[in-house]
């Protein structure tokens, strides 16, 4: 059984920090893993990607570039979204996703699998 499960949401002031952390189980065949944010009244929105295999690319949205960051450890099949400098726009459901295609895929189509999500709310 595929399974993405979020963690690390919560309330934050504006300019404080969130790490969020998607743990993965039951599939071997993933390439990519891509974070997705999704605000009441709003499409979901694509924040960053990372490859899983050899290597480390990484992909991020223009509004979140040089605020957040993604790793990610195969060890424990685990990736990560470090989340720097938040604003109150970015309140939003993230969730995690798994896409076997070997591209940085930046819309919703494009992955397989996706967790639960976990909520993110900046205010003060």
């Known amino acids: 059984q595929v399974l993405l499960v979020e963690s690390g949401g919560g309330s934050v002031q504006p300019g404080g920090s969130l790490r969020l952390s998607c743990a993965t189980s039951?599939?071997?065949?993933?390439?990519?893993m891509g974070w997705f944010r999704q605000a009441p009244g709003k499409e979901r929105e694509f924040v960053g990607a990372i490859t899983w295999g050899a290597g480390s690319s990484t992909y991020y949205a223009d509004s979140v570039k040089d605020r957040f960051a993604i790793s990610r450890d195969n060890a424990k099949n685990t990736v990560f979204l470090q989340m720097n400098t938040l604003k109150p726009e970015d309140t939003a459901v993230y969730y995690c996703?798994?896409?076997?295609?070997?591209?940085?895929?930046?819309?919703?189509?494009?992955?397989?699998?996706w967790g639960q999500g976990t909520q993110v709310t900046v205010s003060s």
């Open positions: 039951g599939f071997t065949d993933i390439d990519v």
């Open positions: 996703a798994a896409s076997s295609r070997r591209v940085l895929g930046d819309t919703p189509a494009e992955y397989d699998y």
